[in-house]
């Protein structure tokens, strides 16, 4: 199966929207050669910005921008999202001005910079911001779809993208806001989000092999949340739901989908994720070994869980 990472994705996807909205520009932070979007600059260089190590100054430029009906994307690593946090709340979200963000090199699978650059409160920090679309795309394909709604969006637009290379699934139907169904089953529900989704489909399968037919749910939108399908699969499975992410287990995916279960007939309910600590340095697949995020690893908690 073809891998390709999703911040490689967000690159083409932002050469392709240029070409046919004049509107979109794009700007960096010193790491356009990271976040990808150094193809963009080298296809439309009269509307790329490279605004330095100066990531507050990138999103007030940004914001002045969308003002004068510009589409402007900001890009940087996702763990500087706190670095200009104030911005993005007050300078962008607080007016509802039209600025999207592709922040990368997203959770743990960043792999041997460390807990330092491993960027797992971004999503929690960008749920709670009124007037912000979240966006965690699983794949390239999805990616582009992302990229594309999000230029779409009137208003601010949060998209998480990784470093590593991943499966590139076929295309899915793709609606802002709503959940895709991998797999259905009736024993739990697994509800994922984000290049967690490999893992988790391994995890199925696993769990298929012992007898337990568990469905698996994938979010690419965090906000809005799809309160709706979450709902109707936790009734469908039981009231028997888990959620991974490669995030926090602490205002991310396992949050959003609690606050749309609560009070729905959850029998059992448990968040698999990154616990209350920082990412450490590593190869990612030792990454995830470490912090229980591997297919067999999440299939034997899951069954431990039922």
Same mark, same amino acid.
């Given at each position: 199966?073809?891998?390709?990472?999703?911040?490689?994705?967000?690159?083409?996807?932002?050469? +392709?929207?240029?070409?046919?909205?004049? +509107?979109?520009?794009?700007?960096?932070?010193?790491?356009?050669?990271?976040?990808?979007?150094?193809? &963009?600059?080298?296809?439309?260089?009269?509307? &790329?910005?490279?605004? %330095?190590?100066?990531?507050?100054?990138?999103?007030?430029?940004?914001?002045?921008?969308?003002?004068?009906?510009?589409? #402007?994307?900001?890009?940087?690593?996702?763990?500087?999202?706190?670095?200009?946090?104030?911005? *993005?709340?007050?300078?962008?979200?607080?007016?509802?001005?039209?600025?999207?963000?592709?922040?990368?090199?997203?959770?743990?699978?960043?792999?041997?910079?460390?807990?330092?650059?491993?960027?797992?409160?971004?999503?929690?920090?960008?749920? /709670?911001?009124?007037?912000?679309?979240?966006? /965690?795309?699983?794949?390239?394909?999805?990616?582009?779809?992302?990229?594309?709604?999000?230029?779409?969006?009137? %208003?601010?637009?949060?998209?998480?993208?990784?470093?590593?290379?991943?499966?590139?699934?076929?295309?899915?139907?793709?609606? #802002?806001?709503?959940?895709?169904?991998?797999?259905?089953?009736?024993?739990? /529900?697994?509800?994922?989000?984000? *290049?967690?989704?490999?893992?988790?489909?391994?995890?199925?399968?696993?769990?298929?092999?012992?007898?337990?037919?568990?469905?698996?749910?994938?979010?690419?939108?965090?906000? #809005?949340?799809?309160?709706?399908?979450?709902?109707?699969?936790?009734?469908?499975?039981? =009231? +028997?739901? &888990?959620?991974?992410?490669?995030?926090?287990?602490? =205002?991310?995916?396992?949050?959003? /989908?609690?606050?749309?279960? *609560?009070? +729905?007939?959850?029998?059992?309910?448990?968040? *698999?994720?990154?616990?209350?600590?920082? =990412?450490?340095?590593?190869? #990612?697949?030792?990454?995830?070994?470490?912090? =229980?995020?591997?297919?067999?690893?999440?299939?034997?908690?899951?069954?431990?869980?039922?």
């Amino acid at each position: 199966m073809e891998k390709k990472a999703v911040r490689v994705a967000y690159g083409e996807a932002l050469v +392709k929207l240029g070409e046919s909205n004049p +509107k979109v520009v794009v700007l960096d932070a010193d790491l356009a050669s990271a976040t990808m979007t150094n193809a &963009f600059k080298k296809a439309y260089p009269d509307r &790329f910005y490279d605004c %330095g190590i100066a990531e507050a100054n990138m999103v007030d430029m940004a914001a002045g921008m969308s003002t004068m009906g510009l589409i #402007p994307f900001c890009s940087t690593f996702a763990v500087f999202a706190g670095r200009n946090y104030d911005q *993005i709340r007050n300078g962008v979200c607080y007016p509802k001005f039209n600025v999207k963000f592709g922040f990368s090199h997203a959770g743990i699978t960043l792999g041997e910079d460390g807990g330092s650059h491993q960027a797992i409160e971004d999503i929690a920090l960008m749920r /709670v911001l009124p007037n912000m679309t979240v966006f /965690v795309p699983s794949d390239a394909n999805e990616c582009y779809q992302c990229v594309e709604a999000a230029a779409a969006i009137e %208003g601010p637009v949060f998209i998480r993208t990784a470093r590593l290379a991943t499966p590139v699934y076929d295309p899915r139907p793709f609606t #802002p806001g709503k959940g895709v169904v991998i797999r259905d089953g009736k024993d739990c /529900v697994i509800f994922t989000c984000g *290049i967690m989704l490999e893992h988790t489909m391994e995890a199925a399968e696993i769990l298929a092999s012992r007898g337990i037919d568990a469905a698996l749910v994938s979010f690419h939108t965090l906000k #809005p949340f799809d309160d709706t399908l979450a709902c109707e699969y936790t009734a469908r499975c039981g =009231g +028997k739901v &888990f959620t991974v992410e490669e995030h926090s287990i602490i =205002g991310g995916l396992g949050d959003a /989908v609690a606050s749309a279960i *609560i009070g +729905k007939g959850v029998v059992s309910f448990e968040k *698999i994720g990154i616990n209350d600590e920082f =990412g450490q340095s590593g190869k #990612p697949a030792d990454l995830l070994k470490e912090y =229980g995020l591997t297919g067999p690893q999440i299939a034997d908690r899951i069954q431990a869980g039922l």
